[in-house]
């Protein structure tokens, strides 16, 4: 087998920037658990274009923050960072997972029986 290496960042004539190829896990983790403390759509897209851009390029924070959200969607900035990113698709399966229905009732089911032995507990000593 090959030795492994990360992939270099694409260059971006268009922009003048890099893109790295592939977002970590923990970097798309961090996105999800911003992404889950809002409910507003407009919100959540600003929060995973602004992390994406953050965590995927060489543009800086302070650039991204003095550029504003609307010129970096606008631009096409963003669709041309996104389409470079090969495992984007695993931050939307994320969310996904995370505001599953599926996700809520195993949580539930996990707390099920303490809560039930806290209630039998009020019930035998009252």
Request: charged fraction near 30%.
């Amino acid at each position: 087998m090959k030795e492994l290496k990360e992939l270099d960042p694409i260059y971006s004539q268009k922009f003048d920037i890099h893109i790295k190829p592939y977002l970590s896990l923990s970097q798309i983790q961090k996105i999800i658990n911003e992404v889950l403390q809002v409910e507003n759509f407009e919100e959540r897209e600003s929060i995973i274009d602004y992390l994406i851009l953050c965590y995927a390029t060489d543009i800086g924070q302070s650039k991204i923050d003095e550029l504003g959200p609307d010129i970096l969607l606008q631009s096409g900035l963003i669709d041309e960072v996104k389409n470079n990113i090969e495992n984007l698709n695993k931050l939307f399966e994320g969310i996904t997972y995370h505001e599953s229905a599926g996700k809520a009732l195993r949580e539930i089911a996990k707390k099920l029986p303490e809560d039930l032995n806290e209630m039998m507990k009020d019930v035998v000593h009252k």
